[in-house]
């Protein structure tokens, strides 16, 4: 079709400024969208840009950033100043001495299989001590203390879901199987097959303060999410200091500090002050509503010193009750008493909501938030 | 093009035309994308919030067209069994039954057994069969999970299904496929890349006070605008559950059944429960409503 050449080329060449600007669009939706613009009428702007966004975007947050290619490319408009939204995240250098999430390597060269042995000598070199609370500890340390965690991944409690799988023993009969067997014996059912409900992990999501010193604490957290969603549990993470983040995606690196330097690159504010119930209610309006927590263990890590509105933090809290299955409150605070009352009025608001509460400051809470998880059916 | 049904239309204004004709009034962007999947074959993804019309867009081209609406609802651990096809299994239990008791030595009868007298057909195999004489609606594919979206995956992409014992019957020509979303979960990239995607937003006000005036015939245009306007103001008010056009069209419909024929503080406050659905709504709205329900 030579005469439709030139529209091809100009609908190939805005994917391509398209895939610059961050969407994923392969070549089969280019060509879709060419055969969608040749039953359409190519000389009618409207109907280029409804044909592209058809076929072009797959999701809601990416057509603001359709829009703003498609106006540079076909009206030759230039882009709005600082503060467009891209689909990239922008990188705020942050002044490096104020970067609180400094990672120290934890893995020594390429090998993970050195890992055992060096374990043993790095536990034996820096006496590791599983009582000995984070902020306490050298950068060393916590190397070390992490290398050990890595080996401990959160397992999530189960819940029934409402698919069924063939079982010796179980509340539903399975009728196909039945029939099956029925025709060897003539029409007399023998033996009764059963079905039984499977079981499914249930979603984990993590909400960590980082602001001040709650960011020691935090980033252990961050390694417990980092080997869990590497065991395919699904598995959600934010930070909160005076806003939230979202840094699931961050996350989904294979080396653990890679992905933990990506989250630290994608928070973005350092300024200390914590805002937690503002945090929270943005959680339950942008993820919680949505259904993202709906049926999940919720963890929360924060000392509950909250500067803004404690109204605001006791709705989000019964909100979030409501929307998840558990809360899980990691208070460093806490420390090793067993009789904690919570001194601070963010953690008294949000105290009736909470189902565990733990402290989460040094190793072994954190290996007891490990054993207790699986139980909160 | 077959039948008698109408033709395909030829242009985006016609389709335009035509779902006005049966009562929905689509936006621009909604015709365009409506009109591609048809010429192209392809099925569509409408997302967007609740009570916006996705659902009712499927029913109003099943009208246009003069097709068949098959709809298949999704919820969470639906599986072949329901979507697809199942076998009768009583009756098949029965017929073995009657055949032993009669010591028939009948060669096929094993085979009748998988006949389709004992083929329940489900919404899915239904669109297959039907072909382009359907449109297939799948009703909030949200609520389904990741296993059933990708067995989804596979019929979208071939349009055929194999039944072990039956065989293979493939569509000869393809239903139109509309699917929506309530985005309460994140589909599938491999499913969405399958489908043409649109996201259905909220009219804008002029729309939202036309559909109401075609939609309820006898409403008075003030009180249409009036109603319109509170309902705009309420989207802005940041509720829990947000009013779609659905809860317009039911508070339109309340007014008028209770024979009210002006919207202030009192009738508002008297019907609100056909728009706002939360109790911390309720009162968030309670607190604002002379302003919500003043002005036009």
């Avoid at chain 1, 039945?178 to 014996?185: A, G, I, Q």
């Avoid at chain 1, 499914?200 to 935090?218: N, V």
């Avoid at chain 2, 006000?205 to 705009?232: D, F, H, M, S, Y």
């Avoid at chain 2, 728009?275 to 919500?292: P, Q």
Wanted: one cysteine or more.
């Amino acid at each position: 079709m030579p005469d439709q050449a030139p529209v091809v080329e100009l609908l190939v060449a805005f994917g391509q400024e398209l895939r610059e600007a961050g969407l994923p669009v392969g070549t089969g939706d280019v060509m879709t969208c060419c055969a969608a613009v040749a039953t359409l009428d190519p000389s009618d702007l409207a109907d280029l840009y409804w044909a592209g966004r058809t076929t072009m975007v797959t999701r809601r947050d990416q057509i603001p950033v359709y829009d703003r290619v498609f106006r540079r490319f076909f009206l030759g408009q230039p882009d709005a100043p600082a503060g467009a939204e891209t689909l990239k995240p922008a990188i705020r250098a942050a002044t490096p001495a104020r970067s609180v999430l400094e990672i120290p390597a934890t893995e020594r060269g390429e090998s993970g299989d050195d890992e055992e042995v060096s374990l043993g000598l790095m536990a034996s070199d820096t006496e590791v001590r599983r009582d000995k609370s984070f902020a306490a500890c050298t950068p060393e340390e916590l190397a070390a203390l992490r290398r050990i965690m890595a080996r401990i991944r959160l397992t999530p409690p189960r819940r029934c879901t409402r698919r069924t799988a063939p079982a010796p023993t179980g509340s539903r009969p399975d009728m196909r199987r039945t029939v099956r067997e029925t025709m060897r014996t003539h029409g007399e059912p023998a033996e009764l097959f059963w079905r039984r409900r499977r079981e499914r992990m249930r979603p984990l999501i993590l909400i960590l303060d980082i602001s001040g010193s709650m960011s020691d604490y935090s980033r252990n957290l961050l390694q417990f999410a980092h080997s869990t969603s590497r065991a395919a549990a699904r598995v959600e993470v934010f930070c909160f200091g005076t806003r939230l983040t979202r840094i699931t995606k961050a996350l989904e690196r294979r080396r653990v500090d890679d992905a933990l330097d990506q989250a630290a690159k994608a928070v973005v504010d350092w300024e200390g002050g914590t805002r937690i119930g503002d945090s929270l209610d943005a959680f339950v309006r942008g993820w919680g509503r949505r259904g993202t927590s709906r049926g999940a263990i919720v963890v929360i890590c924060s000392d509950g010193l909250d500067r803004g509105d404690p109204a605001v933090l006791a709705g989000a809290m019964e909100r979030l009750g409501r929307l998840s299955h558990r809360i899980v409150w990691m208070n460093p605070h806490k420390g090793d008493s067993t009789d904690f009352r919570p001194s601070t009025l963010g953690m008294m608001v949000a105290a009736p909501n909470i189902d565990l509460l733990l402290s989460g400051h040094d190793l072994r809470s954190l290996e007891e938030l490990a054993a207790l998880l699986p139980e909160l059916r | 093009m077959s039948e008698g049904r109408p033709d395909h239309p030829a242009t985006v204004g016609e389709l335009t035309d035509l779902l006005r004709g049966h009562g929905y009034l689509a936006d621009r962007g909604m015709s365009t994308a409506l009109f591609v999947a048809l010429s192209l074959g392809r099925p569509i993804l409408l997302e967007g919030e609740v009570g916006v019309g996705k659902t009712e867009v499927a029913k109003a081209l099943a009208a246009v067209f003069e097709r068949r609406l098959i709809r298949l609802q999704c919820y969470e651990g639906i599986d072949t069994n329901q979507a697809l096809y199942e076998w009768d299994y009583a009756r098949q239990m029965l017929q073995i039954r009657a055949l032993s008791e009669r010591q028939l030595d009948d060669e096929d009868a094993v085979d009748k057994l998988f006949g389709p007298k004992f083929l329940l057909e489900r919404p899915l195999l239904e669109a297959v069969r039907a072909g382009d004489r359907a449109v297939l609606l799948i009703d909030e594919i949200d609520r389904a999970d990741d296993e059933f979206e990708a067995f989804l995956l596979e019929l979208l992409s071939d349009f055929q299904i194999t039944i072990p014992e039956v065989g293979t019957v493939a569509a000869a020509t393809r239903p139109l496929v509309v699917l929506t979303s309530n985005r309460t979960r994140e589909l599938h990239d491999a499913l969405k890349r399958r489908c043409l995607y649109h996201w259905v937003g909220y009219p804008s006000p002029e729309r939202e006070v036309e559909i109401v005036l075609v939609r309820t015939p006898g409403v008075a245009e003030g009180l249409a605008r009036k109603i319109v306007a509170a309902v705009n103001r309420l989207r802005q008010l940041d509720l829990a559950k947000p009013p779609g056009v659905a809860e317009t069209l039911d508070w339109v419909a309340t007014l008028q059944v209770l024979g009210e024929d002006d919207l202030d503080e009192r009738s508002a406050a008297d019907t609100l429960g056909a728009v706002v659905k939360e109790r911390d709504d309720l009162e968030l709205v309670h607190e604002h409503l002379e302003e919500i329900v003043s002005g036009a």
